[in-house]
């Protein structure tokens, strides 16, 4: 049995989750997420708790059980609290700029790259121009996007200069030893 599959989900006040036959819809304060059902994966909503059972010991069902359980309760802790994925910019003149809700990031290249959010995620421009928030209800989304914004300039390990999560620890190599 999964340990994380069998574990039940509490539902905080003012969230309902829904389970129908092909989808789980879960809303909130904050927006309302779907995820559609796995085979052979069975939610129910008891007790102001979802609970995740699989159908049978199969190896696909096994596989999903947790994974199922983690994306109910991602859902449930998105439409109450959101997500958030914090990126820092280093180099110089390296900066990031909001222009509406489009990110404008200035990266070394010759010419600034432009990033729309995909519906529902926000951006937010920290610091000295050098922390970008990627904040939204969509766990996924959120990861994703800030993963798609890190590999527009990733960072490099001679001078350390590009986009990184913040906290993130870059291994740096020395460089030429030719110098006398």
Do not use: C
Not at 26 to 54: C, H, N, T, Y
Not at 166 to 173: D, F
């Amino acid at each position: 049995m999964s340990r994380i599959g069998k574990k039940p989900i509490p539902i905080p006040a003012g969230v309902t989750v829904e389970v129908t036959t092909t989808e789980v819809v879960v809303s909130g304060p904050k927006g309302m997420l779907r995820q559609p059902l796995f085979p052979g994966i069975q939610v129910a909503v008891e007790d102001g708790q979802v609970w995740v059972r699989r159908l049978s010991d199969a190896k696909p069902q096994r596989a999903g059980h947790g994974l199922m359980r983690s994306l109910v309760a991602n859902m449930i802790q998105g439409v109450t609290e959101g997500f958030r994925k914090e990126l820092q910019i280093v180099g110089t003149g390296y900066r990031a700029d909001l222009e509406g809700n489009d990110l404008v990031l200035h990266l070394g290249y010759s010419h600034p790259i432009r990033v729309t959010p995909p519906p529902g995620i926000r951006f937010e421009v920290a610091g000295k121009n050098d922390i970008v928030v990627v904040s939204g209800i969509d766990k996924v989304l959120v990861g994703q996007q800030a993963a798609n914004i890190r590999a527009l300039r990733k960072p490099e390990p001679y001078k350390g200069k590009g986009v990184r999560y913040l906290g993130e620890q870059v291994r740096r190599k020395a460089g030429k030893s030719g110098k006398a």
